[in-house]
């Protein structure tokens, strides 16, 4: 996992005030900012559960290395010079933590029948399992162009196996379904909560 690179240094410091000036970004109208590190992760969702094929592959490697060579961003993280690889990373693994709890808790995910329906709670936790393990992370073994690929998978995960702990054991369920060596080879292995006595 991507550790803070937080540092002292003032060159450190100034890097880490640009990649949050450049992720986070006024709302107009709300007193919460936007954060473009979402966008990846909303890129990547709605390609993977959407139309499968060559075509929307193609498209989602496009748009998510447009995001990742953006001019601004490329200078933050040369800027950062050997740390610009972990900087990169923790606002992945952050921002795809942050994702997953916006869908938890975003009424127009969790709907069914046309949006007329609102699921319940393990029905939102069910289909937040899937789109990561049957579609989102499939995608992004399927983009071997994407450098950020394997981290993004590892982000997402990691984001999956902290907001719905009790889950891990359907998680598992799914990777080993993929049969998948490359993918056995990123991920940890999965740790299940005991079960209680006398249940």
């Not at 499939?138 to 981290?151: S, T, Y």
């Not at 998680?171 to 490359?182: P, Q």
Request: aromatic letters at 8%.
């Amino acid at each position: 996992m991507a550790d803070d690179n937080r540092t002292d240094s003032p060159q450190a410091k100034e890097t880490m005030e640009a990649m949050e000036a450049f992720r986070f970004f006024p709302l107009s109208g709300k007193k919460e900012k936007g954060d473009r590190f979402l966008q990846p992760w909303l890129y990547s969702h709605v390609f993977a559960t959407g139309q499968s094929g060559r075509g929307e592959r193609k498209r989602a490697q496009k748009e998510l290395k447009r995001f990742f060579t953006q001019k601004e961003l490329r200078a933050i993280l040369d800027q950062a010079d050997q740390d610009g690889q972990t900087l990169l990373e923790t606002q992945l693994y952050d921002s795809a933590r942050k994702y997953l709890k916006l869908c938890l808790s975003d009424d127009g995910f969790g709907r069914k029948l046309f949006g007329l329906v609102r699921m319940k709670e393990e029905e939102k936790e069910d289909k937040i399992i899937r789109d990561v393990y049957r579609s989102m992370i499939p995608l992004f073994l399927a983009l071997p162009d994407l450098e950020e690929a394997e981290v993004m998978i590892q982000a997402l995960d990691q984001a999956c196996r902290k907001l719905l702990p009790g889950r891990t054991e359907d998680m598992e369920a799914l990777v080993m379904s993929l049969d998948n060596d490359r993918l056995d080879s990123l991920l940890p292995p999965f740790e299940h909560a005991p079960e209680a006595d006398g249940e």
